[in-house]
């Protein structure tokens, strides 16, 4: 009777155990205490973010890579709070002589960084001489506060000559052809977690930006075409009026076309025969502005329906050195993962009215642009293309600050890679990460997902970003089947789409729409330490078959995949979700109903990770 006892308490406390509280870090708990964020996994009743207008004019000349600029920022302080200050970002000044970095530079591209020549707010004339430039940060501190819910007006000048090598996300791709990513000085975020952002930029953990208007107008030679995130409005005035026609229409068909062929590319007709053209873009409630430019690319161009109930468009674009043969085909990679986005997964209406693929020298995104580098094999490109592609949704339409949280949009691009690459080309087997997450697994090299992308660097950063979290989410998919994941990922899409998530809004969120408390799960994956490791205990044969026990040697929850091979050499597969593991348990036992002899058993699938595969395969005698 007493281990009857024992074991009825057993059972009653694992569910209890399941049920546990995620631990949560005091400044965060501080979101719910002051209403910003809610446990509920919405918005709290006090959340608020900033936001702004830009109105950017910007020149460049591509034989100097001078960029120039103005820029008029209307600032919308909603916090709170009253500023006393401003923060911005120089992200340009990651080349500046004497900058930290994380990265190799080229001694041809270090400089001066971003000179600014000009510097207003509200009216206040500042001294630029006198600036606070501490690298990538500048900090101005106001004679006059920006009150709560107030406004500011800022009016910035500067320069700064683009990198010709050391392509770290923005540069010179080659002569006549160039990516410009933060040309433009910006208001640093200032959020209800931890006020102004004041991380510096040095190479490797990515961005935090506010959702803002902009409004730009880019100035560069004849001849050279220009592709940007928002949409183009004055496309009469910059192209000839045959490549204007072509673009329209490109909008509004779903075959692919060219909007400037090689050939066109040689007759140098494409623009306005000005000596300089200025193209203008508008684009709302994004993250960022980016363009690129070049005046021998080609430019392919189709369109799909996004979104059936609203009958939406999105125009995709690649541009590309026609020398580069790999892109040929990135327009169709492009356009099946735009539609694979809308319609399999995450089975959301595409967000933008258009995305462009540029043949770059990185592998980056941005809202509406990907700077994609030359491939070497087919395979890549469908995986660079689909992973770069998926970033739209995280972190851009989402807002995630990636600089501390890179495996809430990494980890989702990861799963969208593995998914949306198969349904391109069957014959694609994406495993990317997954073997190098089972070699470091509880090593030095490892640490918990949720550790903060800006304390690592490396292999740590690496795993924790793309393969983990990844995995973690497609586990979850597994468990929960396709209709209710969808259903808890476009309840965390809603909640937070245009808003800035941190973990906790995304754990509550996934909770709410599941429908189910899925802590056990995320506590296990992303905070706790451990490795995963499953093995074939035994194989015993019983009146009906086979009973396999299969035993989680490691601590970290995955699914148990089995392929059965029987003496006539057929096989059968055998699937166990995360579920198995969920109340506890150290093994399970799989029956397989049988008459045949089995002679062997294979434990394992592609997306599944193992530290120890040693003891994945069972032979009978």
Known sequence: MRHLFSFVCLLLTLPALAQQPLPVPRNLQATFAKGTRAESGLPGPNYWQNTADYDLNVSFDPTTRRVAGTLA?????????????LWFKLYPNLYKKGAPRNRAISPEDIGEGVAISALTINGEVFDVKKLAIDATNLTVPLRRAIGARQAATVKVAYSYTLNKGSHIRTGEVEPGAAFLAYFFPRIAVYDDIDGWNKQPYTGDQEFYNDFCNFRAAITVPKNFVVWATGDLKNADQVLTKKYA??????????????????????????????????WRFEARNVTDFVFATADHYVWQSTSLVVDPA????????????????????VIDFSRKTVEAMSYTFPKWPFPYAHETVFDGLDQ????????????????????????????????????????????????????????????????????????????????????PIVTLSTQQSGVPFFLNSYPKPGMGYLYVKDLLGDELFTKALHTYIRNWNGKHPMPYDFFNSMNAGAGRNLNWFWQRWFFDDGYPDLAIATVTKTAAGYDIIVQAKGSKPVPVDLTVTFADKTTQQIHRTIGVWESGATSVTVPVATNQLVKQVTLGSTLVSDSYAKDDVWTGK
């Open 73 to 85: 920022i209307n600032y919308q302080n909603n916090s709170p709070d009253s500023l006393r200050q």
């Open 245 to 278: 026609q072509r673009l329209q229409d490109a909008e509004r068909q779903d075959a692919v076309a060219f909007v400037i062929s090689a050939d066109d590319a040689k007759r140098r007709d494409i623009t306005a025969p000005n000596a300089q053209n200025t």
């Open 364 to 447: 980056m995104e941005y809202p509406m642009m990907v700077n994609d580098n030359p491939t070497e094999t087919r395979k890549d490109a469908i995986e660079l293309t689909d992973h770069e592609i998926f970033h739209t949704m995280f972190p851009f339409y989402m807002g995630i600050n990636e600089t501390k949280y890179g495996w809430m949009d990494e980890g989702w691009a990861t799963i969208g890679e593995w998914l949306i690459s198969p349904l391109i080309d069957p014959t694609i087997v994406d495993d990317y990460g997954v073997a190098r997450y089972g070699t470091h697994a509880a090593t030095e090299n490892d640490a």
């Open 310 to 329: 609203t009958k939406r468009r999105t125009r995709v674009d690649v541009a590309y050195n026609p020398k580069h043969k790999d892109f040929e085909e």
